[in-house]
């Protein structure tokens, strides 16, 4: 039952902002514009050269410090985030980085946890003094089907994500994980897929390319995982998972902190 509250309550809070933000700053919302800034080279967080990094989600501490949460595996293990991610932990005295790796906030825990392989897509918000990690999770066989330049799913794995919350008193932890998941998959074949999405107005943010602090431009195979970094309520940064794809077909991945304004049109 105690699980079951906290759940609702946490449910009910994220509904309650997201509704309170949509009614109070519904025209500026529809009528918004990113402009993207020159990203300098201490933006571009890779962790270790044995690593792949995947997108990371950010937030300010009480201790003064940027803590980045991010997805991580092993290079040799090729693109293998279905069954071999985990949710790391970077330091930084900016958003804008250069962010040092700290820990691992969530290592394998066994099969027999929904989330005990694979932890993976981390966004991490602050409500009523408590930080709340959502992740997504799974488990299954184990079996890794991925080389480097081979991009092949385990669907064991991918058939058995959920989305899961940790929560901690503070972003260097200790984080509590819970052994049943926020939202699990519907038994109803006839359920909603998502929710109702709208388009907005100004949908482009950016082309697969970022700026560089020389003016040069650096073309992208992919530019995903879009998460806000505000500070002080003001949005200052987009972190975004990014690659390129060398002659091998091999991707080297990394995560980057996005200077951004935002336009209002009117």
């Not at 058995?160 to 919350?165: C, K």
């Amino acid at each position: 039952m105690t699980k079951l509250i906290f759940y609702s309550y946490l449910l009910i809070s994220c509904a309650n902002k997201v509704s309170e933000n949509i009614n109070t700053k519904k025209n500026i919302y529809n009528d918004i514009t990113l402009e993207l800034g020159k990203v300098s080279d201490f933006s571009n967080f890779t962790d270790t050269d044995n690593i792949t990094v995947w997108g990371g989600s950010a937030i300010k501490g009480e201790d003064g410090l940027y803590h980045m949460f991010y997805s991580r595996w092993k290079k040799n293990l090729g693109w293998a985030w279905v069954t071999h991610s985990e949710i790391a932990h970077a330091v930084s005295t900016s958003p804008f980085g250069p962010f040092k790796h700290k820990d691992v906030v969530f290592p394998r825990r066994g099969a027999e946890y929904w989330d005990g392989l694979c932890t993976h897509n981390p966004t991490t918000h602050k409500f009523e003094g408590k930080y709340y990690l959502y992740y997504m999770g799974n488990t299954g066989d184990d079996v890794n089907p991925c080389v480097p330049g081979k991009i092949e799913y385990n669907w064991t794995h991918r058939n058995n994500q959920r989305i899961g919350v940790a929560v901690a008193d503070n972003p260097n932890g200790p984080w509590k994980r819970f052994d049943e998941p926020l939202i699990d998959a519907s038994e109803d074949e006839n359920a909603l897929d998502g929710f109702d999405w709208k388009l907005s107005k100004n949908p482009l943010v950016s082309k697969l390319e970022i700026t560089k602090q020389d003016g040069s431009i650096q073309k992208l195979k992919h530019l995903e995982r879009p998460q806000m970094f505000f500070e002080n309520g003001k949005p200052i940064a987009l972190f975004c998972a990014a690659d390129t794809l060398d002659t091998k077909g091999v991707l080297h991945s990394w995560n980057v902190q996005i200077p951004i304004k935002i336009l209002n049109n009117k």
